[in-house]
């Protein structure tokens, strides 16, 4: 029985660590309503801020500071007035 309830809780503990988008990056929403032209971006763990699209087509309530996990594609002859990082369409964004 102690086996079976280790078992689960292992189980259990690596289910709620994934995220349903695979191979995402840990990101967090930012507004950077202030800065001409800008509004909700993304920024990466890794500092780069993407602008996004399609950010209000995913099922999540995007604020400040919210974390989420990522995956993107960088849109080609794409033009912003915010310009503070690429300009990208979301293809999965789920919270973290």
Known sequence: MRIALIVVSILCLQACSRTSCE????ATIKDYT????????IKLENGQVLEPTNLNDFNINPEDGTKVWITYHELQNAASICMVGPIVSIDCLTKR
Do not use: R
């Open 34 to 41: 202030g800065l001409d032209g800008c509004g909700l971006v």
């Open 23 to 26: 191979d995402a990056q840990a």
